[in-house]
């Protein structure tokens, strides 16, 4: 199924079948539950798998595939309405004894200053609705609250439709660490490891890789306890990450993300298992093929290309793109769908795709990764892999100090190493384009102008 | 052998650039060095050879600039013959008071009006693009004199949004 801004996209040229929506909005396409589901019947699918964006963590678009009697691939409706609500979520998984971060229920504008005080300075203000980082707001001090909340709320309002606000602690020098679940109709709950995400900027992710660098098997083994026992606790079924702050060997409940995420490849990569598959097996036969035990082994590590320009604050770039070139070799994994002639939109999220690299140990992964993306190259639009070919040499990355503030090192590194080779290719770059031949201007006066311009230019 | 003058953040460089490709000698700082720039990919994605040394690089233009993308670091210059050639003068005035929409976009709010004194800094519109909303923000203190966008108008990148004129110094 796709949008008509889409039609030329290489999902669409590649499926078995595609069926067109009605409109370029996404509210007309990707988020029109009608259109899809009338779709959904004239393929004659069975299930519906809804991805990582838009209706993938909706309990009515959920609702209304199991309604027209087909398979829904992922939580049930009542899960999706719980994880739905940050402020429920935070509850039930704390009633399972998991430890929380102060937090707030939701809040009316006036309700704000009171709330803040209660939780504490410096917090986020989070979309109820959230999710893949729209919606959050990192206040410092009291005098910031009001412009955020409005920030936040607009947001809210334009990607969910649902413009309520709540207040979570922040800790500024956390890792933010997440667990992969996966729970099946026979009662089965397997953890399949943690993912560290704690570079980000605007609280979307860059980098992802497991195992969490840092992280003791003690404090390994609490954390997948944890994530169980929330599952457990809200009747889980199919993929879904719980999301933890970690600070030091302690941690905290954030959230859960009720989907197969972008991230999931490292898991994949370091597990040996088919994470999708193991979707459609719940959502079809109620039983997932996971061995046990699991035996995952080495080290797997995603950068995220997404179409922002890393030299102006990460601001989203559009555009089209009139070159790709992918890397390959062992251990490296590209997804996405990057080629030339693609149209970078204002529609959608920036990510163009994902590049996934898996080592023995992390240095092996992370080296590899590093080849692999300066192999990469894409152009016609900026994209974030120069800041991580910088993360990937950066002292703190490599030595896994680094935090969820660390692209802001990126604002603060040394430039200048490469002055004079931009100074040269700069100079050879005018030069060679002053030698290519032009047209003649209409005037024929221009002519003789610009034959003796290039006497002068030749060589003396 | 023609000569440019290179411009890079605050430092002139003289560079000699002798032949017509695709291998190029430059001089710079009394070294010559064999330079060549192949294709990769695309229009910009290229790779840069300079005597030993070998870097992808992405070279675009903008406006007057010629922009450098080595590694990690980028580099925004200014190259000139170095025996001045007539060039006409710039089309557009420097931009000065002038907000812009950085890309294109919705305007979600505007939070300013004609005849306000406004500081730089503060938050004059907000902007959605790629389902994230910014804050424009004033480039200069000064007085609004036009108020270009309103709430709910699509603008494409390099749309003027608000005018502002400069408030006078001392």
């Given amino acids: ?460 | 052998m023609p000569e440019y003058a290179v411009t890079a953040g605050g430092r002139t460089y003289r560079v000699h650039i002798a032949g017509q490709g695709p291998v190029l000698q430059v001089a710079l700082d009394g070294r010559v060095l064999p330079v060549r720039i192949d294709p990769v990919v695309g229009r910009g994605q290229v790779r840069v050879t300079a005597g030993d040394l070998r870097l992808s690089a992405a070279i675009r233009r903008s406006g007057e600039e010629i922009v450098v993308t080595l590694a990690d670091e980028q580099y925004r210059l200014r190259v000139e013959p170095a025996l001045p050639i007539p060039r006409r003068a710039r089309a557009h005035p420097s931009g000065a008071g002038e907000l812009r929409a950085p890309i294109p976009g919705l305007v979600v709010s505007v939070d300013v009006a004609e005849g306000d004194t406004v500081e730089q800094g503060r938050p004059l519109v907000v902007m959605e693009a790629m389902k994230m909303q910014s804050e424009l923000r004033a480039p200069l203190a000064g007085v609004v004199t036009a108020v270009h966008a309103r709430a709910g108008q699509e603008v494409m990148g390099g749309t003027v949004l608000v005018t502002i004129a400069p408030a006078d110094k001392g």
């Avoid at chain 1, 956390?174 to 605007?202: F, I, M, P, Y």
């Avoid at chain 1, 994470?275 to 046990?292: S, T």
Wanted: net charge negative.
């Fill in chain 1, 1 to 460: 199924m796709y949008s008509p801004v889409d039609r030329s996209a290489p999902h669409v040229r590649l499926a078995d079948a595609a069926f067109p929506l009605p409109g370029d909005a996404p509210s007309d396409s990707y988020l029109n539950i009608p259109a899809l589901l009338a779709a959904a019947r004239a393929a004659g699918v069975r299930a519906v798998h809804p991805g990582y964006g838009f209706l993938a963590e909706n309990a009515a678009f959920a609702e209304a595939v199991s309604g027209a009697g087909l398979a829904y691939v992922g939580p049930p409706p009542d899960v999706l309405r719980i994880c739905g609500e940050k402020s429920r979520t935070r509850e039930r998984v704390s009633a399972a004894g998991v430890p929380v971060l102060p937090g707030s229920a939701a809040l009316a504008d006036d309700q704000l200053a009171g709330a803040a005080a209660q939780v504490g300075f410096p917090l986020l203000i989070k979309a109820v609705a959230g999710g893949g980082g729209k919606g959050i707001h990192l206040v410092r001090t009291s005098a910031g609250l009001r412009d955020a909340a409005r920030l936040a709320r607009g947001e809210a309002q334009a990607a969910f439709g649902d413009d309520r606000v709540y207040l979570e602690r922040w800790l500024p020098g956390a890792r933010h660490v997440e667990v992969q679940v996966l729970a099946d109709d026979t009662g089965r709950v397997v953890a399949l490891g943690e993912r560290d995400c704690s570079v980000q900027r605007r609280h979307q992710k860059l980098i992802e890789e497991t195992p969490a660098p840092g992280v003791t098997s003690a404090l390994r083994a609490r954390l997948l306890e944890a994530a169980v026992a929330g599952a457990r606790a809200m009747g889980y079924r199919s993929a879904g990450t719980f999301e933890f702050l970690v600070d030091g060997e302690t941690f905290y409940f954030l959230e859960v993300n009720a989907r197969l995420q972008v991230e999931h490849p490292v898991t994949e990569m370091v597990t040996g298992q088919d994470l999708v598959v193991e979707q459609l097996r719940i959502a079809l036969g109620g039983r997932m093929g996971l061995p046990d035990p699991l035996r995952p082994a080495g080290h797997a590590i995603e950068a995220r290309i997404s179409a922002e320009d890393p030299f102006e604050d990460f601001l989203p770039s559009v555009g089209t793109i009139d070159g790709v070139l992918l890397p390959g070799g062992p251990g490296i994994r590209v997804d996405g769908a990057l080629e030339a002639g693609v149209e970078v939109t204002r529609y959608y999220d920036p990510l163009l795709g994902k590049v996934i690299a898996w080592g023995g140990t992390r240095e092996e992964a992370v080296a590899r990764l590093r080849r692999a993306l300066s192999e990469t190259a894409i152009s016609g639009i900026p994209t974030t892999i120069p800041f991580h070919l910088w993360a990937f040499e950066d002292e703190e990355f490599l030595t896994a100090r680094h935090s969820t503030g660390f692209v802001e090192r990126w604002a603060a590194r040394v430039r200048g190493r490469h002055e004079r080779m931009a100074v040269i290719a700069a100079a050879a770059a005018e030069h060679l384009a002053r030698q290519a031949p032009r047209l003649p201007a209409a005037e024929p006066s221009r002519t003789w102008r610009a034959a003796a311009r290039t006497e002068g230019l030749r060589d003396a």
